[in-house]
């Protein structure tokens, strides 16, 4: 990786440290301008128009990235606080408990990344994607199931195995989250065709960018670089992976002075058409 660029990122993300109110104010002010984005689209779903739930999913899932996201990876505050604000924004968008499992594994994917023990890409995932790649694509799509059933299909000696610290998930925090949740229920009444419909999109989004994060027809690499919309900074992935601690507004502002490897379109078509598409885990 080019160090200069690197350097750039290191520099913005000491600036930001220092000027921590920035941050503060440009992160909030976005996610707040991203809810209202969310509210919205279902006041437009209300009223019939059904492709509003392209606009919300895309926009939950640009939220997601910076307050669920980087709050699982402590990158807002720097303090166990990031995780009451990871749950409380949870709950705005109706995802409760979900984050807290993120959280846990997705901390675990990045200890074991590209291994046998990472949890976003286990033996039964890989078996699929070989066998049956549409298949594959399909489940990878629908809202949380099946990256949940990966999850809970991990054995507790897969578990031990695994880098990193053991992580548990905080009640305390679920019951925020659920709380939060209840309240944006009884107040704003989504519906729940509105809430299923855009989380269908949100997951269907992460998925392709998870296609176009770690899996590639490259050798030698373990991620990519890559634009994605209103991606936040999370195209950044080889830094991210490299530096998870920096803030979405770093890796947002870095990936102006990046080269792009790929694209939603090109990590889409590469997946049903190129066969020697693959994860990079193949790589090591």
């Not at 699982?72 to 705005?92: E, P, Q, R, V």
């Not at 994917?109 to 594959?136: G, Q, S």
């Not at 803030?247 to 020697?276: A, E, Q, V």
């Amino acid at each position: 990786m080019n160090n200069t660029k690197i350097h750039k990122e290191e520099r913005l993300e000491r600036y930001l440290r220092k000027q921590s109110w920035l941050l503060y104010l440009i992160t909030f002010t976005v996610a707040g301008t991203l809810y209202f984005g969310i509210y919205l689209a279902m006041l437009l779903f209300h009223q019939g128009h059904y492709w509003s739930l392209l606009i919300s999913g895309l926009l939950a899932h640009s939220f997601f990235v910076i307050t669920m996201h980087d709050g699982a990876h402590k990158s807002i505050t720097k303090t166990n606080f990031d995780y009451t604000i990871m749950n409380f924004c949870a709950g705005l968008i109706v995802l409760p408990l979900y984050t807290e499992l993120f959280k846990k594994y997705h901390l675990l994917h990045h200890a074991n990344t590209n291994t046998d023990n990472d949890p976003l890409w286990n033996t039964f995932k890989e078996k699929m994607f070989v066998k049956n790649r549409i298949l594959y694509a399909i489940l990878q799509c629908l809202p949380f199931v099946f990256n949940l059933y990966v999850i809970l299909k991990r054995s507790p000696n897969h578990a031990d195995k695994s880098k990193g610290k053991a992580i548990k998930i905080n009640l305390w925090q679920v019951a925020l989250s659920f709380a939060v949740a209840i309240a944006v229920i009884i107040l704003f009444k989504p519906g729940l065709l509105f809430v299923l419909g855009s989380f269908t999109v949100m997951t269907t989004l992460g998925a392709i960018r998870y296609w176009g994060e770690h899996m590639g027809i490259d050798k030698g690499k373990e991620s990519n670089t890559h634009w994605f919309p209103l991606g936040m900074g999370i195209g950044n992935h080889d830094v991210h992976h490299k530096h998870p601690g920096y803030s979405w507004l770093t890796l947002t502002i870095g990936l102006l002075f990046r080269n792009m490897d790929t694209n939603p379109l090109k990590s889409t078509y590469r997946l049903f058409f190129r066969k020697d598409f693959r994860h990079y885990k193949d790589n090591n």
